[in-house]
């Protein structure tokens, strides 16, 4: 079956430094990773996704993952946190029928 | 281009009464799926609806059910209220039964009494 583990739930940086949000999946065949954003009082909004094609992926927002298959861990970096960047963020896997999302992981920066 | 609209944004319900939520999906899609998000938790599935057919369903029982028109907005209906259905309902829409493209709503905010 598959599923996500997000690693931490709150993460806390300082505004200009990296961040690093971790998540691992299990799947039984090659997945579709997903990264989402969810502002407080906003729908979620798609980051990036890992569809089988280059393992480094760049998404909106100066983020970027890298799928992992021999450590099953598919993490969120950006190299600059904003101010902005303050939000839910959720892993997901895909199945055949459905989107699995981890339980969040709370971003906060701090100026 | 318009996004995914939800309404209502709020509601205010009691313990076994019945609500509708509605979904209105971005030009151009056919699909629209549903999700619950209790607080601090992830969204689950609740299903999905492609060509006004259910296409896909989660862990959720049948008091939770749904409607696709030929315009490709949507209903969710659940009966029955429990105290356990307060939570964030999300809708998404995409092309053609399609998971890896999917646009989210901003939700409606169901609390139960």
């Known amino acids: 079956a598959q599923s996500v583990t997000q690693l931490d739930s709150h993460v806390s940086v300082s505004e200009g430094t990296p961040v690093l949000l971790r998540c691992n999946y299990s799947s039984s065949y090659s997945p579709s990773l997903f990264w989402y954003v969810q502002h407080p009082n906003k729908g979620l909004q798609l980051l990036l996704k890992y569809t089988s094609a280059a393992t480094l992926v760049k998404g909106i927002n100066g983020f970027e993952a890298e799928f992992k298959k021999s450590e099953t861990s598919f993490h969120l970096t950006k190299p600059s946190a904003h101010m902005s960047d303050a939000a839910e963020y959720f892993c997901v896997v895909t199945t055949t029928d459905k989107l699995i999302f981890g339980t969040g992981t709370r971003l906060q920066v701090f100026p | 281009e318009t996004g995914v609209t939800q309404s209502p944004t709020h509601l205010i319900k009691t313990r076994g009464q019945q609500v509708t939520l509605r979904c209105s999906s971005q030009s151009g899609h056919n699909t629209v799926s549903w999700y619950q998000q209790a607080l601090g938790q992830g969204p689950q599935f609740i299903f999905q609806?492609?060509?006004?057919?259910?296409?896909g369903r989660g862990n959720f029982p049948p008091r939770f059910s749904g409607l696709q028109f030929p315009n490709y907005s949507s209903e969710l209906n659940v009966n029955a209220l429990e105290l356990d259905d307060s939570a964030l309902y999300l809708c998404?829409?995409?092309?053609?039964?399609?998971?890896?493209?999917?646009?989210f709503g901003p939700g409606t905010r169901l609390t139960v009494l």
């Open positions: 609806y492609y060509r006004e057919e259910e296409n």
């Open positions: 998404a829409s995409s092309r053609e039964a399609s998971y890896n493209e999917q646009f």
